[in-house]
Every structure is written in C-alpha cells, then in structure tokens.
C-alpha cells in the first residue's frame, strides 16, 4: 500500500437522508481511510447491519417515518447491536433531544451545521479511541 493511500480506519454506516450531505460526509470520511455506507433511512440501516456490524454508526435524527432517537433506542434494546459506538448527528439540538441521546449512551451529539467533513473525520478518530 502506498504512504499516500491511507488503510482503512473503521467501517461506519452513515445513516443520512440528505444525499448531497451524505455524499459529501462519506467522501471526507473515505478520504481519511474509512469505510462508509451510507443508509438514507431505518430500513437502510437495517439491511446494512444485517450485513455486517460496523464500528459506528453516524446516525441523524430527523429520518423519514422515524425519529433518530427512537432507532438508537432499538439499537441498544437488541444484544447483537447494543455496544455499536453511535454519535448522533443532526440539525435538531434541543436540550431535550441531546439528554435523550446521551442517556442511551450516544458517544456525542453534533449539529450538521458546525461541521465540515474534515472535521467529522477528525472527530470520528477521537469517537473511535474511546
């Protein structure tokens, strides 16, 4: 492998219903040697999980038909996925919303709009040392 291709880091499911925010989230993380795939809603993630678990799960909360939440809740409901590391990503932060996520045990909760896909890369390399 060549210094300048970096190996693969980590293998996440990007569960985002904004394709071009997804693209752009995936690419970033790709470039700094992940694995990404991406999954536009809950049916997504469940066949992507049915393939093989990841070693993260970035994971908004506005999804269509389901809340965010809701679905890291089932995460952590079902043995096979309940130690999954999930950070929530999302443009909804309400103070209630953060708590909830972070009862469940959510490594972090970041607003969509403050980050860019390099410093997502930089902060699943901080999630992923936890």
């Known amino acids: 492998m060549s ?3 970096p190996h693969t880091v980590a293998d996440i499911v990007l569960v985002e ?3 071009a925010l997804a693209r752009a989230f995936a690419m970033g993380l790709e ?5 990404v795939r991406v999954a536009d809603a809950e049916p997504a993630l469940k066949k992507e999980l049915a393939v093989r678990l990841p070693d993260l799960i970035l994971l ?3 999804l269509p038909g389901v809340d965010g ?3 890291l809740r089932e995460l952590r409901e079902e043995p096979a996925t309940a130690g999954i590391k999930v950070a929530i990503i999302s443009n909804f ?4 919303m953060i708590h909830r996520a972070l009862r469940l045990d959510a490594l972090d909760f970041v607003e969509k709009a403050s980050i860019t896909p390099t ?3 930089d902060q699943v ?3 992923l040392e936890r």
């Open 60 to 62: 908004d909360v506005g």
């Open 125 to 127: 390399r901080r999630w």
């Open 17 to 19: 219903d904004n394709e």
């Open 119 to 121: 410093l997502l890369a």
């Open 31 to 35: 470039f700094h040697g992940h694995l």
């Open 3 to 5: 210094a300048n291709v």
């Open 69 to 71: 939440i809701e679905i």
């Open 93 to 96: 932060s309400d103070r209630n």
